[in-house]
């Protein structure tokens, strides 16, 4: 987990990009950091216009210093928030070629993360991830029935975390953040289904994306008889009858090779999906096109 942890995107994004030389000197630094935690709006403008003019190892410095703010709700000037996306994006284009396959998945889920919360501190969703495990281990000791495991770990989850679906408002984009469907226990069904993935794999336990056509689910692993497992409805195991109906009951024809696993950059591009189809039925065509760009990068990957 240690070469993880130093490749999540962490506010600020480490040295993605090349800098430009310092020009801030530290009480000028805090001076600006005083004012954006004052979160005012007149202020915030005021401010966009002097951070925009600003170079890249300044506003690294002031992303660096502001994530350090704890106890502060502060807005990012548009300026911050452009610079941040702008290397998100190289960092996102390095992450889609880089091949880890053991942590592909949670470097990919933290990027979009940090697309929608730039100041959170994400190792912290990452050591929350470790002691869940750790959880998880201890309760599954002398556990070895593929079904026990599976019921354990939807118990641990959903009746002991208390993580459900977030249905009554699906298209929350904080449905789709790891970050917040870790504070919320609420998500959408693929969001919940990475959670499963993330711990089964500080475990070595076998949970496997399954991206149906209109819905997401999971499968345990077993030679000739997987275990399918809905997230979304508190872990309940499901048949792949159950599986066919869900899909035809969404208007799709159902296919057995929809059950096959979710590689797992396809699971990252299903999340952009989810983001961009949210972001434009809400109007911000400003975020969905940045995601779009996010999108085609990993297409290309």
């Not at 993605?16 to 805090?30: I, K, R, T, Y």
């Not at 953040?177 to 959408?188: I, P, S």
Request: net charge negative; charged share 30%; glycine share 8%.
């Amino acid at each position: 987990m240690e070469g993880l942890r130093q490749n999540l995107p962490i506010s600020p994004l480490g040295a993605a990009m090349g800098s430009d030389a310092v020009n801030l000197s530290e009480s000028q630094l805090n001076a600006l950091c005083s004012l954006l935690e004052e979160d005012q709006p007149a202020t915030l403008q005021a401010l966009d216009h002097q951070i925009a003019v600003l170079g890249d190892d300044d506003r690294e410095r002031l992303f660096e210093r502001l994530s350090q703010s704890e106890g502060h709700r502060i807005s990012i000037p548009p300026a911050l928030e452009e610079f941040h996306r702008t290397r998100l994006e190289r960092v996102f284009s390095d992450w889609s070629v880089s091949g880890r396959e053991d942590s592909q998945l949670e470097e990919g889920v933290f990027l979009l993360a940090s697309f929608g919360y730039p100041l959170d501190n994400l190792s912290d969703c990452v050591a929350e991830l470790d002691q869940m495990a750790d959880e998880l281990r201890s309760r599954l000791e002398g556990v070895s029935e593929p079904r026990d495991i599976v019921r354990h770990t939807a118990y641990y989850l959903h009746e002991e975390l208390g993580f459900k679906g977030g249905r009554s408002k699906y298209y929350d984009p904080e449905n789709c953040y790891l970050n917040r469907v870790l504070a919320r226990r609420e998500g959408m069904p693929i969001a919940l289904s990475i959670i499963y993935i993330l711990i089964g794999r500080r475990l070595d336990l076998s949970f496997r994306g399954v991206g149906m056509p209109g819905h997401f689910l999971l499968k345990y692993e077993v030679p000739d008889a997987p275990i399918y497992i809905d997230p979304f409805d508190r872990g309940k195991i499901v048949s792949v009858q159950d599986c066919a109906d869900i899909v035809r009951g969404m208007g799709y024809h159902f296919d057995i090779r929809f059950l096959k696993e979710t590689p797992d950059l396809r699971v990252v591009e299903r999340m952009l999906n989810n983001l961009i189809g949210i972001f434009h039925r809400e109007g911000d065509e400003e975020r969905s096109r940045r995601l779009v760009r996010y999108r085609e990068i990993i297409q290309r990957g």
